[in-house]
């Protein structure tokens, strides 16, 4: 299995709003509808942001937002603030596995 | 509240089995999926496999021959082996639950592969 394809960095300016896309295959984002996006501060463990494409876990803020079509998966976040800045990793389920994304590296302006 | 605690050696020597152990507590080991997760230096995470609490068990192919995980619900504790290591399995080893997503992750703990 292949990682999933995500940009290496993105940047946006404080209210702004960014989306990160993820790009998989036929056999994993879009044969499945278990794609999450994990955000991960340096030196923490990753923690999920969306699950399920677009559903959010309690606490998280409703500026996070998950969409998909056919291969590609992307999260939307809205009126970015400084302490969205982070790395973020897709994740999607296949054949009973679990593949990542190679990350993307947010930078708030 | 549920947490995760990983242990075990922070160094490895070449071509030995790396054993962790993430402990659960606040909660029972059932019903759920148990992941590990792993994570190189200045790198992106990578999914090495889970157990389920039934026993039953997957692994990223490409690190398949080489990984085994098991469950001790008697401990509430399962575990990490990798076999014949090299420096490339250096990395922040996590534990993760998962039920309909992974919404309770170990601190991780550092795993490095030297002689």
């Known amino acids: 299995q292949s990682a999933l394809t995500q940009p290496a960095s993105v940047s946006g300016s404080p209210g702004q709003s960014i989306t990160i896309s993820c790009t998989g295959t036929?056999?994993?984002?879009?044969?499945?509808?278990?794609v999450s996006w994990h955000q991960q501060h340096p030196g923490k463990a990753p923690k999920v942001m969306i699950y399920d494409v677009s559903h959010r876990p309690s606490g998280v803020s409703n500026r996070f937002s998950g969409s998909k079509s056919g291969n590609t998966a992307s999260l939307t976040i809205s009126g970015l603030q400084a302490e969205d800045e982070a790395d973020y990793y897709c994740s999607s389920y296949t054949r009973s596995t679990v593949v990542f994304g190679g990350g993307t590296k947010l930078t708030v302006l | 509240q549920v947490q995760l605690q990983e242990s075990g050696p922070g160094l490895v020597k070449p071509s030995e089995t790396l054993s962790l152990t993430c402990t659960v507590s606040?909660?029972?080991?059932?019903?759920?999926?148990w992941n590990w997760i792993r994570q190189p230096p200045g790198q992106g995470l990578e999914w090495i496999g889970y157990i389920y609490h039934s026993g039953s068990t997957s692994y990223n192919p490409s690190l398949q021959s080489r990984v085994t995980i098991l469950l001790d619900t008697s401990k509430n504790h399962f575990s990490l082996r990798l076999s014949s290591v090299t420096a490339a399995d250096t990395a922040v080893y996590y534990c993760a639950r998962r039920g309909y997503y992974m919404d309770v992750w170990g601190k991780g703990t550092t795993v490095t592969v030297s002689s």
């Open positions: 036929s056999s994993d984002v879009d044969a499945y509808n278990y």
């Open positions: 606040g909660g029972s080991i059932t019903n759920y999926f």
